[in-house]
């Protein structure tokens, strides 16, 4: 028995550990540990609902946009607004721009380095991979400049981008040709992205921290040459994205099959719904509301049902309540895998983990008999050799890691129905873009989803001021440690089980993490109810700074 430690886990947002016990070359215990706070829903205090939108998009760099949308949207429910059909439009616009950013950025940059090795491409055939980039249906580039390009890399001894991976652990199975053809599309990924925030900007006036949401509807009035303009951009990210991410992801899946065998996790989904139709109801969203239990049977969401527990977290006490009566306090003791290990809160629903994120989306809309997403799921359980409806197949961590790539083809694809849809809206004569409240007292939460998972902004308003304000980020639910029963979070429960060849490259268990597209800059919030004035932010679980 061993100790295998990861801290700290690089390619993703904020500061995380994963430290895991292994037996036999297995995980056979594990503890995931947040290393940072800090208290956004004691900055909004006493601001107005539409300060708060603004600044809680700060929470994260990657994801503003769903926080300022959701943020909005509990301030509408609080104001009773009902926004109009054009905000509407421009809202999911600009949302599906962030999720196209932030999907492209994570399959290619983030976790694409745990199964692509650029310098195992250097003794590649450009001719051999031309006839692979045929086979596998994706693109081809210009792979005799790029292997030029990574030779000057090695030679200088300055890898950049590629250095301080594990390409040396021999569990890379990639060809290099395959491997020449995938850093290709990883060059290729970091101008679409920029690409997607591109269309962030052109909508939101900027990216990030855009500035066109706001509680009622948005600030954004399209004209003929920024409609133009947004067509174009719309337009090339749809072509790259579907000619390119799912024939990737089968290519890796192909060389990569063990990565069924590990990673299920608690085996219990949660999505709150994102992109609106004209109902504006959760349950009837492009990629719908829903909550899966460990049959995957489903039931509508029930803001009754999540708690927050923080026993094993650092913050005095050991509740479990709901989130406005959880007013904790921080309480940094030590870094203790036995009592308290992690600055991150445990939610709980119906007193139990859950997982979100985009493999829950995908599975939830699935049984919400969305027709695209069901098409597309079962032609990659097809193409994984599994049946169709089999979602077993897909419960783990080359499942979760794959099926993201269908929401991002579907996204791409909404984009151009909405842009459309914008375009007419507007040729039609509507000039209707935001709704003023009737009234400026009221509770509202907004449920919604950020690209890495279900996101939560709830908040209590009074004359027009917040008078509370709560926040349940998405990587809070999949990063939850042990709760009160004794059931680990998420993420605990897809290590464990994983093969672990070298302890202190366990390259298996960072394809797991990377699988949840992790983010713990934005995990961990804190409410200081005593005083309401003053917050501290630690930048290590080994001290207070």
Same mark, same amino acid.
């Given at each position: 028995m061993a100790r295998s430690i990861i801290d700290p886990i690089t390619r993703i947002e904020g500061h995380l550990r994963a430290e895991m016990e292994v037996t036999d070359g297995v995980v056979t215990d594990a503890w995931v540990s947040g290393g940072c706070f800090r208290g956004m $829903?004691?900055?909004?205090?006493?601001?107005?609902?539409? #300060?708060?939108?603004?600044?809680?998009?700060?929470?994260?760099?990657?994801?503003?946009?769903?926080?300022?949308?959701?943020?909005?949207?509990?301030?509408?429910?609080?104001?009773?607004?009902?926004?109009?059909?054009?905000?509407?439009?421009?809202?999911?616009?600009?949302?599906?721009?962030?999720?196209?950013?932030?999907?492209?950025?994570?399959?290619?940059?983030?976790?694409?380095? #745990?199964?692509?090795?650029?310098?195992?491409?250097?003794?590649? #055939?450009?001719?051999?991979?031309?006839?692979?980039?045929?086979?596998l249906g994706t693109p081809s580039a210009d792979f005799v400049g790029l292997q030029d390009r990574l030779k000057k890399f090695a030679e200088n001894g300055q890898l950049s981008i590629f250095s301080g991976n594990w390409f040396d652990t021999g569990e890379y199975n990639l060809t290099p040709e395959a491997d020449l053809v995938l850093t290709a599309h990883y060059l290729e990924a970091l101008q679409m992205q920029a690409k997607a925030s591109e269309i962030a900007g052109l909508l939101g006036g900027k990216m990030p921290h855009i500035m066109t949401i706001i509680p009622g509807g948005t600030a954004f009035v399209p004209t003929a040459e920024k409609l133009d303009d947004l067509k174009g951009l719309v337009d090339e990210l749809y072509t790259w994205v579907a000619n390119t991410m799912i024939p990737d992801t089968l290519a890796v899946a192909k060389f990569y099959p063990e990565a069924t065998t590990f990673g299920k996790g608690c085996g219990r989904?949660?999505? /709150?719904?994102?992109?609106?139709?004209?109902?504006?109801?959760?349950?009837?969203?492009?990629?719908?509301?829903?909550?899966? #239990?460990?049959?995957?049977?489903?039931?509508?969401?029930?803001?009754?049902?999540?708690?927050?527990?923080? &026993?094993?977290?650092?913050?005095?006490?050991?509740?479990?309540?709901?989130?406005?009566?959880?007013?904790?306090?921080?309480?940094?003791?030590?870094?203790?895998?036995?009592?308290?290990?992690?600055?991150?809160?445990?939610?709980?629903?119906?007193?139990?983990?859950? $997982?979100?994120?985009?493999?829950?989306?995908?599975?939830?809309?699935?049984?919400?008999?969305?027709?695209?997403?069901? $098409?597309?799921?079962?032609?990659?359980?097809?193409?994984? &050799?599994?049946?169709?409806?089999?979602?077993?197949?897909?419960?783990?961590?080359?499942?979760?890691?794959?099926?993201?790539?269908? $929401?991002?083809?579907?996204v791409a694809t909404l984009m151009k129905e909405w842009v459309n849809e914008l375009c007419e809206a507007v040729q039609g004569g509507d000039s209707s873009y935001f709704e003023s409240p009737?009234?400026?007292? &009221?509770?509202?939460?907004?449920? /919604?989803?950020?690209?890495?998972?279900?996101?939560?902004?709830?908040?209590?308003?009074?004359?027009?001021?917040?008078?509370?304000?709560?926040?349940?980020?998405p990587s809070t639910w999949n990063l939850a440690p042990h709760d009160p029963d004794g059931n680990y979070g998420p993420m605990e429960q897809a290590l464990i089980g994983v093969p672990v060849a070298d302890i202190e490259k366990p390259i298996n268990a960072l394809r797991t993490v990377h699988s949840f597209d992790p983010c713990t800059a934005c995990a961990v919030h804190i409410v200081e109810p005593k005083t309401g004035k003053s917050f501290e932010t630690v930048t290590s679980p080994w001290g207070v700074k």
């Open positions: $829903e004691l900055v909004v205090r006493d601001r107005t609902p539409e #300060d708060a939108a603004f600044i809680v998009q700060r929470i994260c760099g990657v994801c503003p946009v769903s926080h300022m949308h959701a943020s909005s949207i509990a301030a509408e429910k609080a104001y009773g607004i009902s926004i109009p059909n054009n905000a509407r439009i421009i809202r999911n616009l600009i949302e599906g721009s962030q999720f196209l950013h932030s999907h492209i950025l994570w399959f290619y940059n983030l976790a694409g380095l #745990d199964y692509v090795n650029p310098l195992n491409a250097l003794s590649a #055939d450009p001719v051999a991979a031309y006839d692979l980039a045929t086979e989904y949660g999505a /709150w719904g994102v992109f609106e139709r004209p109902s504006m109801e959760m349950n009837d969203r492009y990629l719908p509301a829903g909550v899966l #239990d460990d049959q995957l049977n489903l039931s509508d969401v029930d803001e009754s049902k999540i708690t927050e527990y923080v &026993g094993h977290s650092w913050y005095e006490g050991d509740a479990d309540l709901p989130p406005f009566e959880q007013g904790v306090k921080p309480a940094f003791t030590e870094y203790n895998v036995d009592d308290r290990y992690t600055w991150n809160k445990c939610p709980r629903y119906d007193g139990k983990p859950l $997982e979100t994120g985009g493999f829950a989306r995908l599975l939830v809309a699935y049984k919400r008999n969305v027709p695209f997403v069901v $098409e597309h799921i079962d032609s990659m359980l097809v193409a994984l &050799g599994a049946q169709k409806g089999d979602l077993s197949a897909l419960q783990n961590t080359l499942g979760r890691t794959g099926a993201r790539q269908i $929401e991002t083809l579907y009737s009234r400026i007292d &009221g509770e509202g939460t907004g449920f /919604w989803e950020a690209p890495r998972g279900a996101l939560y902004h709830s908040e209590k308003v009074k004359d027009g001021k917040i008078t509370d304000y709560q926040i349940i980020i």
